[in-house]
């Protein structure tokens, strides 16, 4: 996908608007909608940019598979903030996860972002952002980000409006152990960069 010059700056304020009415939604909506929307990293003055293809909902403290289940804890905080507050966790001592929370403030859902397609001229290959782990690592994602927002001045992660997946894939959430069996894993079944198909 071209990436065109207004998608590799920080989004408008109607744009922004829209994108927390989004983040917003509770998080079985919000994760499909988040399909399509473009995720953007700056470092080292220039912006790189990605399209999401793939996410997973988890339903904050009635579900047995989120962090809010056992409550509010220091690493969660951020799940309990306003739409857009970024939450990066550590899983096996190795890979770093994004999470963008959702709902309200105080309600603690969130998506995890599995997986993006990288656009022309973010100078990532095609499938360096396919799965979680590999999405963090290559935007150079880590706890340092966990706790920011999207939408706060001078942003180094931030989203911008893409083009929506027309028919959202669905099936059960993968990685984890408990309440894997949910139909909460959502993905563009026409793109390559989706990290597992079943």
Partial sequence: MAATPLALQPPLPAERRRLLELLSLAPERAAPALLGQLLLRHERGRWRAARIVETEAYLGERDAAAHAFRG????????WGPPGTIYVYLVYGM???????????????C??????????GSSLVADALRGPGRLCRALRLDRRFSGRHLF????????????????PAV????????AAELRLRFF???????????
């Fill in 152 to 167: 706060e001045p001078f942003a180094r992660l931030t989203l911008r409006e893409g083009p929506p997946v027309a028919r």
């Fill in 72 to 79: 509010r804890t220091a690493r969660a905080e951020p799940l």
């Fill in 95 to 109: 890979y770093h996860c994004l999470n963008l929370s959702v709902d309200r403030a105080g309600l603690p859902g």
């Fill in 188 to 198: 563009d079944p026409q793109s390559a960069a989706v990290s597992r198909r079943r």
């Fill in 171 to 178: 099936s059960e959430r993968i990685g984890i152990r408990k």
């Fill in 111 to 120: 998506v995890l972002v599995r997986a993006a397609e990288p656009l022309e």
